[in-house]
C-alpha cells in the first residue's frame, strides 16, 4: 500500500473499534464467577453484593495514583473481597491474582468486527500502527501484534483519553508530529475530540452508522465499516 499523503501513523483505539468489548467483559466475568465459585465461594458473596461498589472506591482512594491502571483496580477489588470473606493475607493476595488471571484471559479473547484483520494487515504494510486505549487488552494475547508497532494504554501514561498526554505520549513513542499521524475510535469524545485537540488527523468509526454527531465534534472523516479506513485514510491531507 502506497501513501499518498502525508500521514506516517495510524493510532488505533481497540474496545468497540476493533471489537465489542460489551460482550468480552460479559463472557469474561462469567468465567470469573465460576471460578470464584469453584475455588473461593465466600468471596463471590462479597463481589456480587452491593458492597462491592464501597470497596472499589476505597481502592481508588487508597491508590489515586493508579485510578486508570484497570488491571490493578480489578486485583485490588478481588483482593478486598477476599479478605471480608474471612481469607489471610497471602492467601487472599494469591487467589486474587489467580481469579485476574481467569478474567484476563477471558478479557482477551475478542471476536472482531468484520475484515478488521485483513485490514489492520494491509494498513500495516504502509503505516506504522499504534494501539491507544483506555482499557487493559494486550495486542499480543488479542492476536494482533504482529500489527503494530507498538501500545499506549492508560495505564502507561497516568490519564485516559481525552486528556492530551495520552495523545502525547504515542506521538512522542512514534516520534512523528501530530500532522503525521490519525487516530481511529468509536468515541467522539474520548477519540475524537482527543485527538483533534492534540492537533492530529480523526477518524471516527460510526458503526453501521448507529450514533448521531451532536455537531461539537467534528472528525476529520467518518467511515461506517473498517474496511472503509484504506481509501478514508488515503484522502487525508
Not at 484476563?104 to 489492520?120: I, P, Q, S, T
Not at 468509536?186 to 458503526?207: E, K, P, V, Y
Request: hydrophobic fraction near 40%.
Amino acid at each position: 500500500m502506497r501513501k499518498v499523503n502525508s500521514i506516517q501513523v495510524i493510532t488505533f483505539d481497540l474496545d468497540n473499534t476493533l471489537w465489542d468489548v460489551g460482550q468480552t467483559i460479559r463472557r469474561a466475568e462469567k468465567s470469573l464467577r465460576q471460578w470464584m465459585q469453584d475455588n473461593t465461594p465466600g468471596a463471590l458473596e462479597v463481589y456480587a453484593s452491593d458492597a462491592v461498589e464501597g470497596i472499589r472506591a476505597n481502592v481508588v482512594a487508597r491508590s489515586p495514583s493508579q485510578r486508570h491502571d484497570l488491571s490493578f483496580l480489578r486485583t485490588e477489588v478481588l483482593r478486598s473481597c477476599m479478605l471480608e470473606s474471612g481469607l489471610g493475607e497471602s492467601q487472599a493476595k494469591a487467589s486474587a491474582e489467580a481469579a485476574f488471571d481467569v478474567f484476563f484471559a477471558g478479557r482477551n479473547e475478542v471476536v472482531f468486527f468484520d475484515n478488521a484483520l485483513k485490514v489492520l494487515n494491509d494498513l500495516s504494510q504502509g503505516y506504522r500502527l499504534f494501539a491507544l486505549t483506555n482499557g487493559n487488552a494486550d495486542i499480543h494475547r488479542v492476536g494482533i501484534g504482529q500489527f503494530f508497532e507498538g501500545a499506549v494504554s492508560s495505564a502507561d501514561v497516568g490519564a485516559s483519553k481525552p486528556d492530551p498526554a495520552m495523545f502525547s505520549a504515542v506521538l512522542t513513542q512514534a516520534k512523528v508530529t501530530a500532522a503525521e499521524a490519525v487516530h481511529i475510535g468509536d468515541h467522539l469524545s474520548d477519540d475524537i475530540l482527543g485527538a483533534n485537540r492534540a492537533g492530529m488527523h480523526s477518524i471516527w468509526f460510526n458503526r453501521d452508522g448507529a450514533y448521531d454527531n451532536d455537531g461539537e465534534t467534528q472528525p476529520s472523516a467518518e467511515v461506517q465499516s473498517l474496511s472503509a479506513l484504506p481509501i478514508s485514510i488515503a484522502g487525508l491531507s
